[in-house]
């Protein structure tokens, strides 16, 4: 990683991560099926599957590429486990999850700022859940106990969760080109999860 002395006057990590990405998740938030009124338990289904199969290759190639700095606890925030269980409470079995397609273009983590940049659109996407977890009880009747659990994976703690790890970036002594390259990747992680739902079709 580079760790030279930080550029006095530079946008912190957070920042450069939220300029670089808003308007990427603008846009993939729009073309998420949660709010239209056409979601049914069926699309529910599907588009679940298709988170599956992109967070279980993205969370595999992060563990795997050992490039994570230390500080951030994976047992904690591994989210697969609980996307697995989720298809497991809709009815699917081992046999079907096994055969669900997996994302293959995955962002390139070649430097721990790269990571770092693909875990801040991972850890920031449990916000969001909060507010989508209630969307879903009201209208599908969908929780954390048949199918949600994902969309609610931090629970009361998510705020705290967040806070957390906005305070382990803050920890990472990245310089300009490092930062580059966690943006780069965090707008790679939006954009390959966006190119992959819609291969899916569960967009709108
Ligand atoms: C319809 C779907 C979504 C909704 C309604 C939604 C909504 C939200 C909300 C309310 C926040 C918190 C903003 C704040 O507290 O300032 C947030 C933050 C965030 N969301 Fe989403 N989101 C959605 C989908 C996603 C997805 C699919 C991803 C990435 C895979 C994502 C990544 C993020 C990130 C990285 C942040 C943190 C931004 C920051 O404060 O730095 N979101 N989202």
């Known amino acids: ?53 992109f967070y279980q290759p993205m969370e595999a190639a992060l563990y795997d590429c050992d490039l994570i700095p230390e500080g951030f606890d994976r047992v904690l925030r591994v989210k697969t486990p609980t996307l697995l269980n989720d298809l497991y409470a809709l009815g699917l079995s081992e046999t079907t999850v096994k055969a669900l397609p997996r994302c293959t273009e995955l962002p390139t983590l070649e430097t721990p700022a790269a990571c770092l940049g693909a875990l801040y659109v991972l850890e920031g996407a449990t916000l969001g859940g909060q507010v989508l977890r209630r969307e879903m009880a009201q209208r599908l009747g969908i929780d954390a106990r048949n199918g949600g659990a994902f969309l609610d994976i931090y629970g009361a703690e998510t705020g705290r969760r967040w806070k957390d790890f906005l305070d382990y970036l803050g920890r990472m002594p990245l310089d300009a080109h490092a930062r580059q390259h966690a943006v780069d990747a965090a707008r790679s992680t939006f954009s390959c999860f966006e190119q992959w739902l819609d291969s899916q079709e569960v967009l709108l």
Do not use: C
């Open 1 to 53: 990683m580079h760790s030279q002395a930080p550029d006095v006057g530079a946008p912190s990590l957070l920042e450069a991560l939220r300029t670089g990405t808003a308007l990427l998740h603008v846009a993939l938030e729009k073309r998420l099926p949660f709010f239209s009124d056409d979601l049914n338990a069926d699309w529910y289904q599907r588009l679940l599957q298709a988170y599956y199969g």
